[in-house]
């Protein structure tokens, strides 16, 4: 399933940033963050993809999503400036992001290369 998380809730499963400056991922698995707008119909293409995902790696991955609508610190401190925006957080490493909507089996390649996740 996927999880909406506000500014709080992100702070607790991914990523503290006002405690840290360098990246430490807070979450105990790898995870997704789809940063997204009601309007944005690039973003509605990618919701119901997720959504599968989300099922097919329950209890391997996170999905996430962040409206930047609503949470307008949270797109700021991560410098959105397009969206879609998905925020991929290996358990160990750095997070990568990449832009627009992507095709579901970009999203299995990104979990697999980026994320260790099969």
């Known amino acids: ?3 909406h998380l506000t500014t709080s809730d992100f702070k607790q499963k991914v990523f ?11 979450g105990d ?13 690039p973003c509605r293409m990618v919701a119901p993809i997720l959504e599968e995902l989300s099922e097919e790696y329950a209890g391997k991955v996170d999905i996430y999503k962040v409206n930047t609508e609503e949470e307008q610190e949270l797109a700021a401190v991560f410098g959105i400036q397009s969206i879609p925006s998905l925020l991929f ?3 160990k490493g750095q997070p990568q992001m990449a832009l627009g909507a992507l095709p579901k089996e970009t999203f299995k390649r990104a979990f697999k290369e980026v994320l260790n996740v099969e």
């Open 1 to 3: 399933m996927v999880t």
């Open 16 to 26: 503290n940033y006002e405690q840290n400056q360098e990246w430490k991922f807070e």
């Open 29 to 41: 698995k790898p995870c997704v963050i789809d940063f997204y707008a009601d309007w944005c119909a």
């Open 89 to 91: 957080v290996p358990l």
